[in-house]
Each structure stands twice: as C-alpha cells, then as structure tokens.
Antibody, heavy 119, light 108 residues
Framework: EVQLVQSGPEVRKPGESLRISCTTS????????IGWVRQMPGKGLEWMGV????????RYGPSFQGQVTISADKSISTAYLQWTSVRASDTATYYC????????????WGQGTLVTVSS | SYVLTQPPSLSVAPGETARVACGGD??????VHWYQQKPGQAPLLVVH???DRPSGVPERFSGSNSGNTATLIISRVEAGDEGDYYC???????????FGAGTTVTVL
C-alpha cells in the first residue's frame, strides 16, 4: 500500500528556520516524483515544486523559487521542504503528493502539515 | 501562465446531477484532472485525463472536456459529495501544473 506520511504541525516565529518531511512507503521511492502543494487558510491549492529522488532533479514554481528548498533522502525514502527564514505569509497547510511523471496527476497525497508562523 | 477559471460555488439537491465547470483557453487540447477535498482532509484524485476514474472512485464521478470548458459530472449526488473540487492541468509553456481556484459543492 502506497503511503505518504508527513511530519506534525509546526509553530515558528518570523525569521526562524523550518524543515518539514514526507516519509513514503509501499513503492520504490526513487522511481516517482514527489511534489509539494501549499494551501493557505481558506484558499486553494498552489503547486510549489517537485523532486525526482532518483537523480535529485528539482523544479520550483515561479512564486517559490528562492523561497524554499526541496530535497530528498533516498536512504530513508523521505522528501523535505525547508525554509531558512519563515514569514507570517508562510502560514499554511503543506501537502506532499506523488506523481508518476511531472505531467501526470497527483495520485497519492500526504495528510498535510500545518505550519503556523506568528510572533 | 495558464489560467483555469472555476465558479466559486455550486448547490445541488440530493439525487440530482452536479456539473462543475473549469474554463481555460483551448482546454480541450489538454488533459484535465479533478480533485475532491473535504474539510480537514487532503485532496483526493477523483477523475484523471478528462474522464477516467482511479480505482475506488464511484462510477457517479465522470468528466468531459471540449473547447474552452472541462466539466466534472457528479451523478446522483449524495450528502457525502460535499466539498471543494479543483481542476488541474499541465501547463507546457511554463512547465508546471496549474490548479483552478476551486468550486465548493453544497448538497441542499
């Protein structure tokens, strides 16, 4: 059974760093893309970026390039989304999702990680 | 960047048919995917490639795509179908996926 399990809710102050994770199981981690999707409170879905763990090929959406870093650790089948300095506007729920290929729909999703940034 | 337009909300009576529209420039030439999101839950893929259903999704969910409008069709609507529905396509010009703003379906 394919599973994507995300790390728990996080609370940070503006300017702090943060890394959230997406641990996968039930399939070969290096053969599929993992994307990240942001959902701000009461708003819709926004694609942030994607990584192919097989060769670490990483792409970012134009609004997120330079704002976040996507990475993956093949040894533990886990993808990461990280910030060096969070802002209040980063408050949102973040989802990871698996794709067979970048043009293919997101077929499996993590449960989401709520990030709250407040002073 | 490619823009997808969805109506903000739609109300439908139980047992009726809901049609959720997704507009885009010549969207009929693209493959459209639909996600259902219930409150507090992650999105769920309900239709892919215009009209195909993933395993486990009821046959009541179907889709069509032609011209400038794609449509998610929910037949014999049930109370459990309430939620937000998002369309999504691959924008080849910007090389990334694009989501519509979502439609909230309310069952009366």
């Amino acid at each position: 059974e394919v599973q994507l399990v995300q790390s728990g809710p996080e609370v940070r102050k503006p300017g702090e760093s943060l890394r959230i994770s997406c641990t996968t199981s039930g399939y070969t981690f290096t053969n599929f893309w993992i994307g990240w999707v942001r959902q701000m409170p009461g708003k819709g879905l926004e694609w942030m970026g994607v990584i192919y763990p097989g060769d670490s090929d990483t792409r970012y959406g134009p609004s997120f390039q330079g704002q976040v870093t996507i990475s993956a650790d093949k040894s533990i089948s886990t993808a990461y989304l990280q910030w060096t300095s969070v802002r209040a506007s980063d408050t949102a729920t973040y989802y990871c999702a698996r794709q067979v290929d970048r043009g293919i729909p997101f077929e499996f999703w993590g449960q989401g990680t709520l990030v709250t940034v407040s002073s | 960047s490619y823009v997808l337009t969805q109506p903000p909300s739609l109300s439908v009576a139980p047992g009726e048919t809901a049609r959720v529209a997704c507009g885009g420039d010549d969207i009929g030439r693209k493959s459209v995917h639909w996600y259902q999101q219930k409150p507090g839950q992650a999105p769920l893929l309900v239709v892919h490639d215009d009209s195909d259903r993933p395993s486990g999704v009821p046959e009541r969910f179907s889709g069509s795509n032609s011209g400038n409008t794609a449509t998610l069709i929910i037949s014999r609507v049930e109370a459990g179908d309430e939620g937000d529905y998002y369309c999504q396509v691959w924008d080849s010009s910007s090389d990334h996926p694009v989501f519509g703003a979502g439609t909230t379906v309310t069952v009366l």
